[in-house]
């Protein structure tokens, strides 16, 4: 396995609205049977809401983790049809999707909301993984870095280095999700680059060198070695790829060597 700096791989599956209780189980099975071993990458699953509890009996002591792809930013409250932190820690979450494109370009979510959300989960135990990334157009004009500083720089906001260690920084291309088009090796090299030198002036160096900062979009056994060899990838958040276990299995070989 490759650790850079005393980074640990992390690879993440991003189900989205796919699979019911069974579909779920039946997939975690077929991954923990194929998982490598030794394992050393940190290995995650994000399903929908309805299959954590189920995914959390069978999961247990494993070495797959649960993370949610969403979260509410309040503690509690009349908020009908939300999900808290704590509701999260409680059915077994380890981990929850901050800020993902399809939440901030399909429903709308903005800056202060990613940030209210990052600094809830932090203050409940959930290590947030945080999403960020620009549109085609932003990259067409040339405004890659300034989105992805403000948008980092927000989420953010007051928190401390101690607690920012406990996250993950996903860098995901908005129009590279779900696209069949990925970021070339050395276009998302160059942002990960970006975004680790932005932990290190807002935090601190070793911070900057500790946080694990992963790749999304895309990405399929096909592209995932090359994206994997870049110094600034950790690791890859999949989606589609990630919904059938024989392909995620082979994405998360790769991670893991
Ligand atoms: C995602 O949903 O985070 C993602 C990266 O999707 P895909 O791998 O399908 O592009």
Same mark, same amino acid.
């Given at each position: ?9 992390w690879?993440g ?10 579909? @779920?189980?039946?997939?975690? *099975?077929? %991954? =923990? $049977? ?10 995650i699953?994000a ?20 993370a ?27 981990y929850c999707l901050i800020?993902h ?26 290590k947030p993984v945080l999403c ?13 870095? @300034?989105?992805?500083?403000? *948008?980092? %720089? =927000? $989420? ?11 996250g993950v920084v996903a ?43 992963v ?22 958040l ?20």
């Open positions: 396995m490759t650790i850079k700096n005393n980074r640990r791989p690879i599956g991003n189900w989205k609205m796919f699979k019911t209780i069974p579909e @779920a189980l039946d997939t975690f *099975q077929e %991954l =923990k $049977a194929g998982l490598p071993d030794p394992l050393q990458a940190e290995v699953i399903p929908p809401f309805t299959a954590l509890s189920a995914l959390a009996r069978v999961i247990q002591d494993g070495p797959v983790r649960l949610a792809q969403n979260v509410h930013w309040a503690e509690d409250g009349a908020f009908t049809g939300e999900i808290s932190t704590r509701m999260l820690v409680d059915v077994g979450c380890t800020g494109s399809e939440r901030r370009h399909v429903f709308g979510e903005t800056d202060n909301q990613v940030h209210q959300k990052l600094a809830t989960c932090l203050k409940t135990g959930l960020l990334g620009e549109t085609l157009e932003e990259r067409e004009e040339g405004r890659i870095q @300034a989105v992805i500083e403000r *948008q980092l %720089l =927000k $989420a953010v906001e007051g928190v401390s280095p101690e607690d920012m260690a406990r860098y995901e291309p908005v129009w590279a999700i779900g696209t069949g088009r990925s970021a070339t090796p050395a276009q998302a090299q160059e942002v990960h680059a970006f975004i680790r030198g932005l932990l290190q002036t807002r935090f601190n160096k070793t911070l900057a060198l500790e946080t694990r900062i790749y999304g979009g895309s990405v399929t056994p096909d592209n995932i070695r090359d994206l994997r060899s870049q110094t600034d990838i950790d690791g890859a999949v989606g589609g790829a990630s919904l059938k276990a024989d392909k995620f299995l082979a994405l998360i070989k790769e991670v893991n060597q």
